[in-house]
């Protein structure tokens, strides 16, 4: 069974960075595509970052382009999101997923195994 386990998160103030992990157990090969999906109150879950493990291929969304990092260490099946120059519109629940195959955002969303959310909190 897949297993996702998140760490990382919590407050920060603007402008300050953090750091999440996710670390996947399960999978039977380390090509799979993982990332973060972010879910603000009183609004509908979006992708933020994502990895494709075999070819390191990134997506992110433009609200996070040049401010997040996305990266994964396959010894340890291990994805990386550096958070730097947050802001407050960054505050939400922020969940891990990750499906075998191509890294297709739509079908991580759809059909992906979840992480339990990890909270990032920015002040202003």
């Known amino acids: 069974e897949v297993q996702l386990v998140e760490s990382g998160g919590g407050l920060v103030q603007a402008g300050g960075s953090l750091r999440l992990s996710c670390t996947a157990s399960g999978f039977t090969t380390d090509d799979y595509a993982i990332g973060w999906f972010r879910q603000a109150p009183g609004k509908e879950r979006e992708g933020v970052s994502f990895?494709?493990?075999?070819?390191?291929?990134?997506y992110s969304a433009d609200s996070v382009k040049g401010r997040f990092t996305i990266s994964n260490d396959n010894a340890k099946h291990t994805a990386y999101l550096q958070m730097n120059s947050l802001k407050p519109e960054d505050t939400a629940v922020y969940y891990c997923?990750?499906?075998?195959?191509?890294?297709?955002?739509?079908?991580?969303?759809?059909?992906?195994?979840w992480g339990q959310g990890t909270r990032v909190t920015v002040s202003s």
């Open positions: 997923a990750a499906k075998l195959g191509p890294l297709l955002v739509q079908r991580l969303f759809l059909d992906g195994y």
């Open positions: 990895i494709s493990t075999g070819d390191g291929r990134t």
